[in-house]
C-alpha cells in the first residue's frame, strides 16, 4: 500500500529588491530620493561616502509593502 505525502512549505513573503543610480534629490515624502524614487535611510544604512544632495550616488535596497522603499546600501561616486 502506497500512500502520497505532502510536504509543507513555510511560505515566507517575497523580498522585492529595487537599485538606483542617479543624483540625490530632495524626495516627496522622504529625504531623499533618486529620478523620483523615494528611499528612506537610517542608522543600518550601509553608506560608502557622503550622502547629500545633488550628488550621483547608487543605491540598493528592499521594498516593504506599505513602507516603502528602504535603502540597504548606498554609494557616492567620485565627483
Do not use: W
Not at 32 to 52: K, Q, R
Amino acid at each position: 500500500m502506497f500512500r502520497q505525502v505532502h510536504s509543507r512549505r513555510k511560505r515566507e513573503k517575497q523580498v522585492r529588491q529595487f537599485d538606483l543610480h542617479g543624483e540625490v534629490q530632495l524626495g516627496n515624502r522622504t529625504r531623499f530620493s533618486i529620478c523620483g524614487t523615494d528611499f528612506d535611510v537610517d542608522s543600518n544604512t550601509f553608506v560608502i561616502g557622503d550622502l547629500e544632495l545633488g550628488k550621483v550616488a547608487s543605491v540598493h535596497g528592499v521594498i516593504s509593502p506599505g513602507s516603502g522603499c528602504y535603502a540597504t546600501k548606498i554609494k557616492i561616486s567620485a565627483a
